[in-house]
């Protein structure tokens, strides 16, 4: 039997579930699922980021927000994101939903990221114990910094997360 997350959700524009795929097929295809990403902040309002670890599928070695994934089926994508941020980055914390948004961009190995994205904030104490096998390397960094590096050196940022932060710094503000 094939593993639950091995599988997307699939959704139209407005997230309503049309069924199911599996991951790798919907990316080749660059079909519309569901998918969800977590910003954590420190107190000193920090964002966590990590390097994508170089045996991710695509988009390896770049960097990105605190952690990302698809919900299973049947997973909302709060659950989803919990279950990632726990098996990501070795801990959890309270998320809140700040929005969705639908891009559709193309990525190495032939791969197209089609997703309808929930994006959860969440702010945290915890030093992260990151999976080594999901993440290369982690740090904490602030707006002006993360905001240059992306005008300097946009190609070294995963294409999700350089659409959503500058809209997840608006729900900071």
Not at 22 to 38: N, P
Not at 55 to 74: M, V
Request: aromatic share 10%; glycine share 4%.
């Amino acid at each position: 039997m094939a593993n639950k997350l091995d599988r997307v959700v699939l959704v139209d524009p407005n997230d309503t579930e049309l069924g199911t795929d599996d991951k790798m097929a919907a990316h080749r295809e660059g079909r519309l699922h569901r998918a969800c990403s977590v910003f954590v902040f420190d107190t000193a309002g920090s964002l966590l980021l990590q390097q994508r670890a170089p045996e991710k599928y695509h988009s390896a070695g770049l960097w990105s927000n605190t952690c990302c994934t698809h919900p299973a089926p049947g997973e909302s994508p709060e659950e989803a994101a919990h279950r990632r941020l726990d098996e990501e980055m070795g801990f959890d914390c309270q998320l809140r939903w700040a929005f969705g948004f639908v891009y559709r961009v193309p990525l190495d190995h032939e791969l197209t990221e089609h997703e309808y994205d929930h994006v959860f904030v969440g702010h945290a104490r915890s030093e992260p114990q990151p999976d080594a096998r999901e993440v290369s390397a982690w740090r904490w960094a602030d707006a002006t910094t993360i905001q240059r590096e992306m005008r300097e050196h946009p190609e070294t940022y995963t294409e999700w997360f350089k659409l959503a932060f500058p809209r997840v710094l608006a729900t900071q503000a």
